[in-house]
């Protein structure tokens, strides 16, 4: 009996003993914020973020910190996490707390202003993003997506044609062609290439994206986009969006006035928006200034990144002669020379799909993917990371992740293939950003990097401009990073026929 109470009273204590020990940890916990650098009064960790080379302060940060990193700006926190086990599990599995935007973010709060979908976060970019993949997703569905790439494909290529085999560059042609696709499906329009109007929004595009990898200082100390000279580009960038802005609602007022009656009716996102809008009574979030947001986010998004990935594909040609041989030969056995690509080509051309998913790899057009925010307290490894803090995610570290790419820095699209040269998905390859933010627009770019990049290839050789020296394989530093300007020599593998 004696010994019975003596094992109870013991249980508890021990249990009470668990409890304050572990109260304890938790409290010594509370203070453990993830490594970094030692913020300076006032000025926090902003040096880090003078346009200097941050990537190689970040390198060195990565290298003396580890996987999570801690800077400080003004009262901000901002926590970078690298490595893709870890990215997984603080974009995906503690996704409750790390799905929003941060406000105070410049490009968000000046530049998206809380609207789209890229730009908003809660409610607003809960409803708008549903509706936007189902409007895609209707698209598929009606094969009108895939005809409308194929079409847009065909004026590609002749445009490579019309260089004659002299040196090129492709940007603006790519560019050009992306946005006809994205301004067909968003309003039914097309411009020709050498259209003045289209050439301008493409240029204020480009400046966006570039100085976009200035505006990080600004996400943290509004107050320097003040600063005497436009030091940060705040005032190029919101004046870029004016233009664009301007643009589109040109373009949205010469259409034909009108909403659609049914939704079979629906030709472009703009009918599919309004039915929306017109169904919806009272309050709605359907209106021309989330519509104007969205579309300005397709451009930036869309044909900025699939255009980076496209010209990344050709100077890994370049550099890679070998496999631009193996692309050739799958490519032309299986269709010649004639039949254009169409995505039922897409599972017999298991090399292509290797390219391009190694091109994404190393391409990495998204390095840091776009900010998020804690919307909470939580924990990762032990480290409290608090409420409001920045959370940035290194895609860079999980595309080069050494645990799922074996020599990461090697260009070797036979890592995505198995023993019988099938393609194997690899869920580590992350470059449309992972968990509740992943790119809206994923699967679209999915066939027009399919259709673009096996079309060039069955039609053109991809030879540098000068046989002795490569271009050299450098990004830009932008919230995209596309390859730097280079010229190339695209060489008809077959006669033209007139
Ligand atoms: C991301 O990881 C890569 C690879 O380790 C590193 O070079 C880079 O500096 C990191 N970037 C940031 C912002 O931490
Ligand atoms: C856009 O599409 C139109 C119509 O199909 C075509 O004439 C034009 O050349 C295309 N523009 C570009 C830049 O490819």
Known sequence: ML??????????????????????????????????????????????????????????????????????????????????????????????????????????????????????????????????????????????LEGLIEHEVTHYIKRIHDANEKPMELRRIIGTSLTNVTLTLGMSKRFEHDDARLIQLLKAIDDIMLYSGFSEALCFFPALKYLPGDMFHAQSMLDDKEDIFKWLKELIDERPGGVPEHEDDIEDFIDAFMLEAKSQEGDTTYTEHQLLHVLFEFFVAGVETSGATIRWAVMFMLHNKDVQDKLADEIISNLGYERTPTMADHPHLNYCQAFISEVQRCGNVAPLSGPHSASKDFYVNDYLIPKGATLLMNLTSALKDPKYFDDPEAFRPERFLDSEGTYVVQNSLIPFSIGRRICLGKDLAKIELFLFITSMVQNFEFLPEDPNTLPEILGCDGISHGPVTFKFIAKRRRPVKM
């Open 3 to 144: 010994s019975v109470t003596f094992l109870v009273t013991g249980g508890i204590c021990v249990v009470l003993a668990c409890m304050v020990i572990s109260l304890i940890l938790r409290s010594r916990r509370d203070v453990h914020l993830p490594p970094g650098p030692t913020p300076l009064p006032i000025l926090g960790n902003s040096l880090v973020l003078v346009p200097t080379d941050k990537l190689a302060v970040y390198k060195r940060l990565r290298a003396e910190f580890g996987d999570i990193v801690c800077l400080t700006f003004g009262t901000t926190k901002c926590v970078i996490f690298s490595g893709y086990d870890l990215i997984r599990e603080v974009f995906v599995k503690k996704g409750d707390a790390t799905t929003n935007r941060p406000p105070q973010s410049f490009f968000i709060k000046s530049i998206q202003k809380g609207y789209g979908v890229g730009g908003s976060s809660g409610n607003l970019w809960k409803e708008h993003r549903t509706f936007i993949l189902n409007f895609l997703r209707k698209s598929f569905r009606r094969e009108r």
